[in-house]
């Protein structure tokens, strides 16, 4: 006899945790081309800390009109992002690290389906141009992927300019000259991350909510018009 299968696992083992982004060599390119062009505001504000402001809670499931047919309890589990103190507005919430590739590319793949969803899938999110990437975080990512989306967002997704150290000690000696000669690279160590910010202040145990991302031309747009 068959074992039955437990779907109400942990949330965290829905996804492999990764720390640092899977960039494609294409996406690669265009988040180090902006970080080059954006390199002159690391002047204007420091870096965003990176303390630990949220938790994983799980939402209860939604009562269904088609209950006398579908059991709610066979449904895979759902979760939700939380602040655990308060946060200001403008302030950087948590990492969204993922997999990053072009837009164009997970627009073109059939399976993602977008045509006919008219949005991006569950765990996935589209940054228009300059950047045009897809950040892809279904099979990995950090905490972060599991904001969900609604009609009255506290957040927001951002890119992040980060700059690498560089490995090995320098003398002191040697510092300016090196600092010069990293000028004349144009900051090719320079990169793009991306983050979750604030919108406005939050409380503690709020729940973190990004905006929908529905496609310009779906039907969803002309229903304020109808109502």
């Known amino acids: 006899e068959d074992e039955p299968v437990d779907i109400d696992e942990p949330w965290t083992l829905s996804y492999v945790p990764i720390t640092k982004d899977i960039v494609s060599p294409e996406a690669h390119v265009r988040l180090r081309r902006q970080a080059q062009a954006w390199r002159g505001v690391t002047a204007l504000s420091p870096p965003p800390t990176n303390p630990h402001r949220t938790q994983i809670q799980s939402v209860p499931p939604a009562p269904s009109p088609s209950q006398l047919h579908t059991n709610p309890l066979v449904r895979p589990p759902t979760y939700s992002l939380h602040t655990t103190v308060p946060v200001p507005s403008s302030s950087y ?92 690279t144009d900051g090719v160590d320079d990169t793009l991350t991306f983050g979750v910010f604030a919108l406005r202040d939050l409380k503690a145990n709020e729940e973190v909510v990004l905006g929908w991302e529905w496609d310009d031309g779906n039907a969803v747009h002309s229903l304020p018009a109808l109502i």
């Not at 279904?138 to 927001?156: H, I, K, L």
């Open 93 to 184: 919430i948590a990492p969204f690290t993922c997999a990053i590739t072009p837009s164009a590319s997970y627009l073109a793949d059939p399976l993602n389906a977008y045509a006919h969803l008219g949005m991006p899938k569950p765990f996935v999110h589209l940054m228009g141009p300059p950047l045009d990437v897809a950040l892809d975080a279904r099979v990995v990512g950090d905490e972060g992927r599991f904001a969900r989306n609604g009609c009255r967002p506290n957040a927001v997704l951002r890119p992040v300019l980060c700059s690498k150290a560089k490995q090995g000690k320098e003398k002191e000696r040697d510092r300016r000259e090196a600092r010069k000669e990293r000028d004349e």
